[in-house]
């Protein structure tokens, strides 16, 4: 069964700390890939995707992703996070059928 | 114009009441979706219209009834809802070719007495 797994529920960090928001996937074929942000009562943002290419994708606000097909795996990253990036992220993943799956989502918190 | 809009943004409703949300893209979109997100949740898929025709529906009861009238606009009407259907309705849209890309509303807020 097509599947995704974010395994961080809830991170915490103080501003200027490097982040890695881990996410897996589990499909058959094609697969495209995305993070989401939804920041504190505002609506879902699409931040980067990824379906064919290079695997390092680089996205709004400075954040990236990379692809490792090997593994399975999306995962977010941030080389210096900020107060303002404290929001839900959601990665999910589709396979052009007009169907997205979700993670379950992480919960980030930046304090200054 | 890259937006997706919903009205109202709050509803309270009573479980013997009907009232409808309203979702309009003017982007050229071909795909419309509902989600239904409770908090600290992802998103669930309801419903998707593809072309104007529905083509997803995922088992949601029949108290929940989409309508998509033109490819601009998609409603979804509510009838003797539950308390438990209290949740965040999420509208998303697609382009051709969008690879699955989806752009989402800010929701309507629904509370269910």
């Known amino acids: 069964a097509q599947s995704v797994s974010q395994h961080n529920h809830h991170v915490i960090l103080s501003e200027a700390a490097s982040l890695e928001l881990g996410c897996n996937y589990s499909?058959?074929?094609?697969?495209?890939l995305f993070w989401y942000v939804q920041y504190p009562g505002q609506h879902l943002q699409l931040l980067l995707k990824?379906?064919?290419?290079?695997?390092l994708v680089k996205g709004i606000k400075g954040f990236e992703a990379e692809f490792i097909k090997s593994k399975f795996s999306f995962n977010l990253r941030k080389p210096s996070v900020q107060w303002s990036d404290t929001a839900e992220y959601f990665c999910?993943?589709?396979?052009?059928?007009?169907?997205?799956?979700f993670g379950t989502g992480t919960r980030l918190q930046v304090f200054p | 114009d890259t937006e997706v809009t919903q009205t109202p943004k709050h509803l309270v409703m009573g479980m013997t009441n009907k009232k409808s949300l309203k979702c309009e893209q003017h982007?050229?979109?071909?795909?419309m979706y509902w989600y239904k997100q409770k908090a600290k949740k992802p998103p669930e898929l309801m419903f998707v219209?593809?072309?104007?025709?529905?083509?997803i529906n995922e088992s949601v009861p029949s108290r929940f009834s989409p309508e998509c009238p033109n490819s601009s606009l998609l409603n979804l009407h509510l009838h003797a809802l539950q308390p438990e259907d209290s949740a965040l309705y999420l509208c998303?849209?697609?382009?051709?070719?969008?690879?699955?890309?989806?752009?989402f509303g800010p929701g309507t807020r629904l509370t269910v007495l």
């Open positions: 998303a849209s697609s382009p051709p070719l969008g690879g699955d890309t989806q752009y």
């Open positions: 499909y058959g074929g094609t697969v495209n």
């Open positions: 990824y379906f064919s290419g290079d695997p």
């Open positions: 999910a993943a589709g396979d052009n059928t007009d169907k997205l799956i």
């Open positions: 982007m050229g979109h071909r795909a």
């Open positions: 219209y593809s072309y104007e025709k529905l083509s």
